[in-house]
């Protein structure tokens, strides 16, 4: 970050050369003044126009910058604010505390969004379907298109800002703790191991990491998904839920003439070969900490029950249908699906993909 941060006072000879230095990357300084509060910003653009307007090479940074400039508050950042950078192209946002001294920066290339969420994937299961594959390597660990799965969920969450992330492991534990020895997508990913199967979600009392009045996204660790978790945190924020649950369209069809029949056996109706809609759950939550500290402890407990106990509690359940790619890599038959499609898409992040 120091690398960026240049003090209003020095010379646009100093400035050019702190430039060049920064040749690959985001060309952007952030001035600050002696107490280390933000003033402004100077590109070598903005560098070039001062040349031509008159000044020289020993004319202060103060003298070229842009005084007028977007910044994110570290503590609340603002969603509005990074769209604004995004349509004026700007690449990287400074994040400024109480005092408007920087204490971080955005790259907008590697995340658009900051939500205020923590994270949970859970990883505890044995893939039973998936053997001989699954044997001895657990499923978040296989690899899609030479990624393990459960890399694309962390690069999924790092893009939307969400770098507090817990994964719950059990079967074959240590391998998946080996593999987040190190950072992932630029996060240093937690793990936390159940002591006996605890179900689909009870491992979530395991993790206590989260402010009481937050709330966090959690989900399979072996999904394949674009889901756009910007506008789930929307809607589960103007909906005033407790819960959210991701949802994937899914589609009954009925081979045959299905009868209408009423109280007293008498057939009222008949529709040929009709087609049902239906929404099912497609294993992502997002869910209001209070709501998770009603779970069990060391117990088997699984998200269908925490649901159908918010319901019966009169809490506010809500969903949000998936428009993009959803994979449950469950079975053989997913598994080449996912591989296949990822074949196609290599050259995209896959935040930025879609069917």
């Known amino acids: 970050m120091d690398k960026h941060i240049i003090n209003e006072s020095a010379t646009l000879i100093d400035a050019l050369d702190r430039l060049n230095q920064l040749s690959g990357q985001v060309m952007t300084l952030f001035a600050v003044d002696e107490q280390g509060k933000m003033t402004g910003t100077l590109t070598d653009g903005d560098v070039r126009r001062a040349l031509l307007a008159g000044l020289s090479l020993q004319s202060r940074v103060s003298e070229a910058m842009h005084r007028s400039f977007l910044a994110l508050d570290h503590s609340s950042p603002s969603s509005e604010t990074m ?8 690449r990287l946002l400074p994040r400024l505390d109480q005092d408007k001294k ?3 920066l955005v790259d907008l290339n590697h995340t658009r969004a900051l939500l205020p ?8 299961g044995k893939g039973e379907r998936l053997r001989p594959m699954t ?3 657990p499923k978040p660990l296989l690899e899609i298109d030479g990624k393990a799965i459960i890399d694309y969920n962390v ?3 790092a893009a939307v800002g969400i770098t507090n992330i817990t994964v719950t492991t059990r079967y ?6 080996e593999h987040f020895s190190r950072p992932v997508a630029g996060v240093e990913v937690k793990c936390v191991e159940e002591p006996q199967p605890l179900g689909t979600i009870g491992a979530a009392q395991l993790v206590d990491e989260r402010p009481a009045d937050g709330a966090t996204l959690i989900m399979n660790s072996d999904l394949l998904t674009t889901i756009h978790l910007e506008e789930m945190w929307e809607r589960h924020l103007d909906t005033r839920a407790a819960i959210t649950i991701a949802a994937i369209p899914y589609v009954v069809s009925v081979p045959y003439a299905i009868l209408g029949v ?3 056996g008498a057939v009222a109706s008949i529709e040929e070969k009709p087609t049902y809609s239906h929404y099912a759950n497609a294993g992502i939550y997002i869910i209001n900490n209070d709501i998770l ?8 407990y699984d998200a269908t029950d925490l649901v159908e106990q918010a319901i019966a509690d009169g809490e506010r359940v809500t969903y949000y249908p998936i428009s993009g790619t959803w994979i449950d890599i469950g079975s053989p038959t997913d598994f080449r699906q996912a591989q296949e499609l990822m074949k196609h898409h290599r050259d995209l992040p896959l935040s930025s993909r879609s069917t």
């Open 135 to 137: 044997l001895t390597r």
């Open 293 to 300: 500290e009603r779970i069990p402890w060391g117990q088997r």
């Open 102 to 104: 920087i204490v971080g």
């Open 155 to 157: 690069e999924l969450l």
């Open 83 to 90: 769209k604004e950078a995004q349509r004026r192209g700007v």
């Open 172 to 177: 074959l534990a240590q391998q998946i703790k």
């Open 117 to 124: 969420l923590t994270a949970i994937l859970m990883a505890g």
């Open 262 to 264: 009423d109280q007293d």
